[in-house]
């Protein structure tokens, strides 16, 4: 939750600086120790590049094997790591692919103001998958179910006046 904050200070930025804050956001990203301990600076930009694939490929199911020259003239170029994640945020495919999971860490920043517990984060991300996709309330009934929960409204006093149950 602290690391996004920061991170999301520095997209918010106007249109002309935005370019240059996802790059150092990149940048960023990838000196962090969660990073560097999955993807240590001892690999090869090959390997780093086929690492990366295979990671998006066991958390997402989505096979970017396809897009492997492109990323590793990214990973040898002056961008480097940063520049292979700064491409792989803008592949239509894996924003699809982790959308919804998005959303739902998302509403755990927002509403709840913490890292999302791995219990109710699944739960939500098999409620998103049990509504269809072209149904308007889809993502407004999981909305509704933080903002009318009981540890969302203890946030703002003791008297909670709403639940979770009254959200289709």
């Given at each position: 939750?602290?690391?996004?904050?920061?991170?999301?200070?520095?997209?918010?930025?106007?249109?002309?600086?935005?370019?240059?804050a996802q790059?150092?956001?990149?940048?960023?990203?990838?000196q962090?120790?969660t990073?560097t301990?999955?993807?240590?600076?001892?690999?090869?930009?090959?390997n780093?590049?086929?690492?990366?694939?295979?990671n998006?490929?066991?958390?997402?199911?989505?096979d970017?094997?396809?897009?492997?020259?492109?990323?590793?003239?990214l990973?040898?170029?002056?961008?480097?790591?940063a520049?292979?994640?700064?491409?792989?945020?803008?592949?239509?495919?894996?924003i699809k692919?982790?959308?919804?999971?998005?959303?739902?860490?998302?509403q755990?920043f927002?509403y709840?103001?913490?890292?999302a517990?791995?219990e109710?984060?699944?739960?939500?991300?098999?409620?998103?998958?049990?509504?269809n996709?072209?149904?308007?309330?889809?993502?407004?009934?999981?909305?509704?179910?933080?903002?009318n929960?009981?540890e969302?409204?203890?946030?703002f006093g003791?008297?909670?006046?709403?639940?979770?149950?009254?959200?289709?």
């Amino acid at each position: 939750f602290t690391e996004f904050i920061g991170d999301r200070d520095n997209l918010t930025k106007i249109d002309n600086e935005r370019n240059e804050a996802q790059l150092s956001l990149a940048t960023g990203f990838v000196q962090r120790t969660t990073f560097t301990e999955q993807f240590p600076a001892s690999l090869t930009a090959p390997n780093f590049v086929d690492a990366v694939i295979k990671n998006v490929q066991h958390n997402s199911s989505l096979d970017l094997s396809s897009k492997r020259d492109e990323l590793l003239s990214l990973a040898e170029g002056l961008g480097g790591r940063a520049a292979v994640v700064a491409r792989l945020a803008t592949y239509p495919e894996l924003i699809k692919t982790e959308s919804d999971s998005a959303f739902v860490l998302m509403q755990y920043f927002t509403y709840l103001r913490r890292d999302a517990d791995d219990e109710g984060f699944h739960y939500w991300i098999k409620a998103l998958a049990s509504r269809n996709h072209n149904d308007p309330n889809r993502y407004t009934s999981i909305t509704c179910a933080f903002v009318n929960s009981t540890e969302y409204q203890s946030r703002f006093g003791m008297l909670i006046t709403n639940n979770p149950d009254q959200c289709q």
